[in-house]
């Protein structure tokens, strides 16, 4: 009978040595592909190379002329450079004495490999070589297979003896899901790894970036991704795990961010867990989250941010940690940006709820008031109110009068529109007067000052006024398009940078183009809206009130 051809693709990888291990191989018979995967629970790198290539040639019948592509050196060298003749000699001893690892599976390898013509070719790792980056995908699978299979007792959907077949998310592990158990420093040669967390307030595009840092990482360099949870409570209580391509499957188009945040934590002034009492306390824990960064061998911490946390990411900056930031807000207050992502979605979403304020202001006649995020930037005010039609517009950098208020609803009055809609910025305020907050303990909230509007107007005209608090509803929901693609870019930029070792960097949009500036230029100042800006000139050549004489 004729001999059949085979081209064999192999890998392993750890995650821990000893920690839990997985192997893949790619079977190619013509140009019919077969994969396999599994996993070991306590095992080392080579162990896993030597278990690929055994349960790859286990597939093929004997007699077979079969071409195994692996990366591992120390496979293909044991049979290139006679290694195994050597120590076969030797009684399984290797040249220092030492008993040979893995006697089991060596057994068996040549055995296979007297049974076959096998060509023994050395490729190089990951990138450079699709089938064996593919074979290298599977067997980090197998790895989070094995890991949720530990955690929960009993082998994964999909996962050697679970019995079941793989389900379309089979091997999926989601981050928080995992306390990880496998060791914290780097053992596998020749990864490097990156600290991600997410700070501050949410936004729709959080997950996107998050997706484009792994993937950037994984698919293309040998560089593993540590999400912290929770944000800077996680990197200061080492509440963190690996998380690997398939924990970021199926979450580019998700709202809010698969490893949580907040918006509290400082560790440099740390409050116990659970605490809403925001007062200062005097519990510097930035060392413990260096320590954190040091034991998971991290090399740099992405920050995932606002002003707040980029901030804060600066602070470890200067105590030496290597950062690279990533803008995020919905509010475009970041001065070194032109945009931040989520800010598209949240303008999205401001829109489309003033369009539909429209249609119930026109049927009872009524002045609509808006109330938009933004903290003391107006930007969501101004973008949603311009795209929605607003017919006055109110910012913080624009401190309103209520007479120019009522002068343009008794304008539109007069010119038989019986209805207005007012967009107003949470930080929107009078002249002479002050931003409106809503007071919790010692926390000062921005909020409230449409409703304050809307009683004035009743009180100053004979019209009905009503007011709608648009808040966390921006914040929420699915990214844009235009933020999903900002997003992807910005977490890509920030492994470029990585690699390009450009530390203390934020990434940026300029124009058209992905940059970078230093962090510390990033959290220089707050970004506002210029009354004399284009844009602002445009609302009003349409007609648009901003409440003030300009
Ligand atoms: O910075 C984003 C933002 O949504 C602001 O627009 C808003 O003022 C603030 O966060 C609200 O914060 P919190 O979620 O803590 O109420």
Known sequence: MASKDFDIYTDGACSGNPGPGGWAAVIMEGDQAREISGHEEITTNQRMELKAAVEALRQVPPGSKVRLYSDSAYLVNCFNQGWIDRWQKNGWLTGKGQPVENQDLWNELLELNNANTVDWIKVKGHSADRLNQRCDQLARKAIAACQSSTETGKAAPGAEGSGESPGPNAGQVRTGARKDNCKLDKSCPGVRRIGLLTGGGDCPGLNAVIRAVVKGATYNYNIEVVGFNSGFRGLVENNASLIDDFAVSGILNRGGTILGTSNRDNPFDFRPGGSSDYRETNNDR??????????????????????????????????????????????????????????????????????????TAESHHRVMVVEVMGRHAGWIALQAGMAGGGDIILIPEIPFEYQYIVDKIMERNHRGKKFSIIVVAEGAYPAGGDPMYQAK??????GGISALIAREIENRTDMESRATVLGHLQRGGSPTSYDRVLATRFGIKAVDLFREEKYNEMVCLRGYNIESVPLEKAVAGTKRVDPASDQVRAALAVGTSFGAPI
């Open 286 to 359: 930035s060392g413990d989250a260096v320590e954190n960064l040091k034991r998971w061998g991290i090399e740099c911490l992405v920050v995932i941010g606002g002003d707040g946390s980029l901030l804060l990411a600066h602070r470890f900056s200067l105590l030496g940690v290597p950062i690279i930031g990533i803008p995020k807000t919905i509010d475009n207050d970041l001065p070194a940006t032109d945009v931040t992502f989520g800010f598209d979605s949240a303008v999205t979403t401001a829109t489309d709820a003033i369009d539909k304020i429209h249609t």
């Open 441 to 446: 303990g010692d926390v000062k909230r921005l």
